[in-house]
Nanobody, 125 residues
């Protein structure tokens, strides 16, 4: 079955960096768009970034553009999110996700149906 396992979260001070990873299994990883999402307490889930199956096309929420970088290693079936210049407002549970169907991405919150358990990111001021 589809499995998505995030890691790399933690606590950092504002201005710091973290790199999240998402190890996947149970499906043909290179066929699917992948995404990172986050949810802070009391807030709705927010799409952070998506990446096309081959890695050549990416999309970002305005709130993270220029600070976060999504990437993937199709040989290792792993998704990454490099987060720099972190701000307290980046504090949230971060999830990787896969759409229901293979193929290109259709937006930051379109068609994602499989989710990992999440990894907590806490940024202090």
């Amino acid at each position: 079955q589809v499995q998505l396992v995030e890691s790399g979260g933690g606590s950092v001070q504002a201005g710091g960096s973290l790199r999240l990873s998402c190890a996947t299994s149970g499906y043909q990883y290179s066929f699917y768009c992948m995404g990172w999402f986050r949810q802070a307490p009391g807030k709705e889930r927010e799409g952070v970034a998506t990446i096309s199956p081959g890695g050549g096309s990416t999309d970002y929420a305005d709130s993270v553009k220029g600070r976060f970088t999504i990437s993937r290693d199709n040989a290792k079936n792993t998704l990454y999110l490099e987060m720099n210049s972190l701000k307290p407002e980046d504090t949230a549970m971060y999830y990787c996700a896969r759409p229901q169907r293979p193929g290109r991405c259709y937006g930051l919150d379109a068609g994602f149906g499989y989710w990992g358990q999440g990894t907590q990111v806490t940024v202090s001021s």
